[in-house]
């Protein structure tokens, strides 16, 4: 399956304890993106790459949450001291392309349940 | 706030009749449209878009049209079929990358 993957699946964790989740993209995809849905809503975005370089950061993102893509490629977003408020399905997706219109592939997500 | 609201949260229709989901957005910006599909455990797939300076956009049973004067999108979907039954989101673009999506409305398609 050469789909956007993403790791876990699932996760519950105690409130203050720092989680980190993986995204794989289609490979070559330059373009990675990270979303976040909560219940009973649209998916928000969080931040974007283009390779490496994060260029933007929604103001949703807090000193707490931090996004890397060394190379490139995978990306990981890491939220240190979790709060209740963080429990969310987190999405990643991926494009090809410089674009303004390139479709976006969606991975799976990760669920996340903060206790 | 919410930019793209999707107001009915569910519908229910019966196996090959039409299918009308609604989309209204505030921001005068958006000039790219989406419809994004996503089943149970499965991450939003891209299903149809339209641009601003089109009114309709068709593919299969899937038709998208776009009345920019009223902020309103529609998807209809002729005939509906059980494999579509699923959530439908109404996603939009900016003058950026981001897509600002609706909150989604839940279609249950009846045998």
């Known amino acids: 399956d050469t789909g956007v993957s993403q790791n876990p699946r699932h996760k519950i964790t105690k409130r203050g304890q720092n989680v980190t989740f993986r995204c794989d993209p289609i490979?070559?995809?330059?373009?990675l993106y990270w979303y976040r849905q909560t219940l009973g809503q649209g998916p928000e975005f969080l931040t974007y790459?283009?390779?490496?370089?994060?260029?933007?950061k929604s103001r949703l993102l807090s000193d707490r949450f931090s996004a890397e893509r060394p190379k490139g490629s995978f990306s990981t977003l890491e939220i240190q001291r979790t709060e209740q408020g963080d429990s969310a399905m987190y999405l990643c997706?991926?494009?090809?392309?410089?674009?303004?219109?390139?479709?976006?592939?969606f991975g799976p997500g990760t669920r996340l349940t903060v206790l | 706030d919410q930019q793209v609201k999707q107001n009915s949260p569910s519908l229910s229709v019966q196996e090959g009749r039409i299918s009308i989901l609604n989309c209204d957005y505030t921001?005068?910006?958006?000039?790219?449209f989406l419809w994004y599909k996503k089943y149970p455990a499965e991450g939003p797939t891209f299903l149809i878009s339209?641009?601003?300076?089109?009114d309709k956009n068709e593919d299969g049973r899937f038709t998208v049209f776009l009345n920019k004067s009223a902020k309103h999108l529609s998807l209809h979907i002729v005939p509906s079929q059980p494999g579509d039954s699923a959530v439908y989101f109404c996603?939009?673009?900016?003058?950026?990358?981001?897509?600002?999506f609706g909150a989604g409305t839940t279609v249950t398609v009846r045998a």
């Open positions: 997706a991926s494009s090809l392309g410089t674009g303004r219109y390139n479709e976006q592939f």
């Open positions: 490979s070559e995809h330059n373009r």
């Open positions: 790459f283009q390779n490496e370089a994060q260029l933007e």
């Open positions: 921001n005068s910006m958006f000039d790219y």
């Open positions: 339209i641009s601003s300076i089109k």
């Open positions: 996603a939009a673009i900016a003058n950026d990358y981001k897509l600002s």
